[in-house]
């Protein structure tokens, strides 16, 4: 079971930058929240409204690791933008009934040469 959640993760990721809309929503609970520090508890219907507009700014995620616990998992990536800039997140997921139930986002500094960038205050 924890190959298959892995397994899912992963397909996000690719459907995402695929731009594959469908393939995401129905990976997605009916009720799916997301959160990040720019979106606090959206249902699904607000994700793509706010989230999914931006997704063709992202070139590449490069996973650096996933773990999975029961119906838990953490994901860190490094993020490459179409503009090269760059930048380490952690998703923090839940699942329920073989659907992603929630994301959480937690935005990490920006990424150069293997080393995080003084972000400003």
């Not at 990490?108 to 400003?120: E, I, M, S, T, V």
Request: hydrophobic share 40%.
């Amino acid at each position: 079971m924890p190959d298959d959640r892995e397994r899912l993760i992963r397909d996000l990721f690719v459907a995402y930058l695929a731009g594959n809309r469908q393939q995401v929503a129905d990976a997605m609970a009916d009720d799916f929240r997301f959160t990040s520090p720019f979106d606090d508890d959206l249902d699904k219907a607000a994700y793509f409204e706010r989230c999914w507009k931006d997704a063709g700014w992202i070139a590449r995620h490069e996973i650096e690791r996933i773990v999975v616990r029961g119906d838990e998992a953490f994901v860190t990536y490094l993020c490459l933008a179409t503009d090269g800039r760059s930048f380490r997140n952690t998703e923090f997921f839940t699942f329920a009934g073989g659907k992603v139930r929630r994301i959480e986002v937690y935005f990490g500094a920006a990424w150069q040469d293997g080393r995080f960038l003084p972000q400003p205050r």
